[in-house]
């Protein structure tokens, strides 16, 4: 059984940065590859990057440049570096083992 928590949402001003954070337990982490998703109110949810075991990224056009995926296998933790922020980035966003399950989610709220 595989869990994954979410942290480090919260209210940031547009320009601003928030770092998110997905712990993951019951699995061999180092195993594993995780995405990052986000989920808005009245939109559908939508890929944000990819972080394989490899250490390969992917990311979603709209997010290349300011979003960094990366990993620490030590601490079974996969981040979500998040930098010039936009209103239209907020959303609840989700961490998730491809073919595998999400975790629950963290609000991210962007201010002009």
């Known amino acids: 059984q595989v869990q994954l928590v979410e942290s480090g949402g919260g209210s940031v001003q547009a320009g601003g940065s928030l770092r998110l954070s997905c712990a993951a337990s019951?699995?061999?982490?180092?195993?594993?590859?995780f995405g990052w998703y986000r989920q808005a109110p009245g939109k559908q949810r939508e890929w944000v990057a990819n972080?394989?075991?490899?250490?390969?990224?992917d990311y979603a056009i709209s997010m290349t440049g300011r979003f960094t995926i990366s990993r620490d296998n030590a601490k079974n933790t996969v981040y979500l570096q998040m930098n010039d922020l936009k209103p239209e980035d907020t959303a609840v966003y989700y961490c998730?083992?491809?073919?595998?399950?999400w975790g629950q989610g963290t609000q991210v709220t962007v201010s002009s």
């Open positions: 998730k083992i491809l073919r595998g399950p």
């Open positions: 972080i394989y075991s490899t250490g390969r990224t």
């Open positions: 019951g699995s061999t982490f180092s195993l594993n590859d």
